[in-house]
């Protein structure tokens, strides 16, 4: 049997991640945190362990297969668990969590053309317009071919890009760090990523490199980290969450971490993947978006776009995506006070 100081962090980051899912009921005071706290949703909560590599890859598998998508993986348990607590009151709006990946692009360098500032002025306008507020996942320096790990080119931002980044960050637009300069460590597609393999006392120098260049850009302290890739290993994860309030990631997480169900808490601080369809291309959300809107979910839902997708696809699919979801897309300062609510 477990001793009590080996299963206590797993019953508070279950209640913590409860807390998260009732948040504007408990905000609102239509329900308590007792009642929340000893709720079954709160035990359906309890984070898993990273499960060993065979599990995962099979996890992997599932995933491609649909088996391992928001809809049916996170929103369909968790909307039940909101149910067995609200019964006919568990109907609410959908939050919508926009994050983009990425500023500047990690191939502004090698193709300043397509993928440059002027991409991302008209993405940024776009949404603005549509009255959608987002996350950017900014890069503090930009590297030449970032794919090919045997490379170290790198260059600090223009002052165009860093002046766009301070521009949008004081229109509301939330910043997040995206690593140091999104160069792969490994070559194979399968294992692109800054970080995995790297041991700890490497792992945070880079991220406080990483820090303290964006700072220097006047851009603050960022509470989100999104990986690169979406990878990073489990053994990073203290590092990240003594520097950031929420970590992101992405399908292929699944691969690195295992699957889990989003937003969690996780040991310090809260991990938040995106998965299909709510990763992908505008085109691709819109429909399930329009599902979750339809239902009522009032979950959390972290959608992520890439506006050099949106850009190759001739931005018309974007534009439609957000006039669907501007009523329903939030700040993400409103999940950093769930977050801050939750503790």
């Keep these: 049997m477990s001793s009590p100081a080996a299963t206590a962090p797993a019953h508070l980051a279950a209640a913590r991640s409860a807390r998260l899912l009732f948040d504007a009921e408990l905000a609102a005071g239509a329900l308590s945190r007792d009642a929340v706290d000893s709720a079954p949703a709160a035990r359906a909560l309890a984070p898993r362990a990273v499960p060993p590599l065979p599990l995962r890859l099979a996890e992997d598998v599932g995933r491609k297969l649909g088996r391992f998508d928001f809809e049916r993986a996170v929103a369909a348990p968790l909307e039940a668990a909101r149910r067995s607590l609200l019964g006919d009151r568990a109907a609410a709006p959908p939050r919508f969590l926009v994050r983009v990946d990425e500023f500047p692009h990690y191939r502004a360098w090698d193709d300043p053309g397509a993928y440059g500032s002027a991409g991302f002025r008209r993405f940024h306008a776009i949404m603005a317009e549509a009255g ?51 160069r792969t460590r490994h070559a194979s597609p399968r294992r692109h990523s800054e970080l995995q393999g790297l041991d700890p006392a490497t792992t945070a120098e880079l991220l406080d490199d990483a820090l303290a260049t964006l700072a220097g850009y006047g851009l603050g302290a960022p509470e989100v980290f999104v990986p690169p890739f979406n990878r990073f290993d489990a053994a990073q994860l203290p590092a990240l969450a003594q520097r950031f309030a929420v970590v992101g990631g992405g399908p292929e997480a699944i691969r690195t971490l ?37 239902r009522g979910s009032g979950l959390w839902t972290p959608i992520v776009l890439h506006w050099g997708w949106e850009a190759d696809a001739g931005w018309a699919e974007l534009e439609r995506l957000a006039a669907l979801i501007a009523p329903h897309a939030v700040p993400w300062s409103e999940l950093s006070a769930a977050v801050e609510r939750s503790r």
């Design 132 to 182: 959608v507020p987002y996350l950017i996942a900014a890069l503090p320096r930009v590297s030449r071919a970032p794919l090919d790990p045997g490379r170290d080119e790198s260059r600090p931002l223009t002052d165009e890009e860093a002046e766009l980044l301070r521009a949008i960050a004081a229109h509301g637009v939330a910043i997040g760090l995206h690593g140091r300069d999104h």
């Design 258 to 294: 295992g699957f889990h169900r989003t937003p969690q808490w996780r040991g310090d601080t809260v991990y938040l993947p995106s998965y299909f369809p709510f990763y992908g291309h505008a085109a691709e959300v819109r429909e399930p978006a329009r599902r979750a809107i339809e």
